[in-house]
């Protein structure tokens, strides 16, 4: 089992940035591969970044790409989401996933964080 907890989420007004941080514990060797998802109110989940175990490897969301960057912190095991030039539309609760492959899809995931609020206002 994979346990994971995340963190930064809040209030921001839109142009600010954030960073969320995502700590796992347990068994990490068997799901190395990290996202990110979020899900807003009336909203189905969406892939919103990924990274591969050594970070070699990241994807990202046509929606975030240039404003959004995640990184890895493998002695820490922790997974960072830095948002800049917050929008908006991404208003948001976001989820940490681990799994075996960094893939934009969240059926390849295979633990799931409770989820950070992430609030934009105007």
């Known amino acids: 089992q994979v346990q994971l907890v995340e963190s930064g989420g809040g209030l921001v007004q839109a142009g600010d940035s954030l960073r969320l941080s995502c700590a796992a514990s347990?068994?990490?060797?068997?799901?190395?591969?990290m996202g990110w998802f979020r899900q807003a109110p009336g909203k189905e989940r969406e892939f919103v970044a990924a990274?591969?175990?050594?970070?070699?490897?990241?994807y990202y969301a046509d929606s975030v790409k240039g404003r959004f960057t995640i990184s890895r912190d493998n002695a820490k095991n922790t997974v960072y989401l830095q948002m800049n030039s917050l929008k908006l539309e991404d208003t948001a609760v976001y989820y940490c996933?681990?799994?075996?492959?960094?893939?934009?899809?969240?059926?390849?995931?295979?633990?799931w964080g409770q989820g950070t609020q992430v609030t934009v206002s105007s």
């Open positions: 996933a681990a799994g075996r492959l960094s893939t934009y899809s969240a059926n390849a995931y295979n633990y």
């Open positions: 347990g068994r990490t060797f068997s799901a190395p591969a």
């Open positions: 990274i591969s175990f050594y970070g070699d490897r990241t």
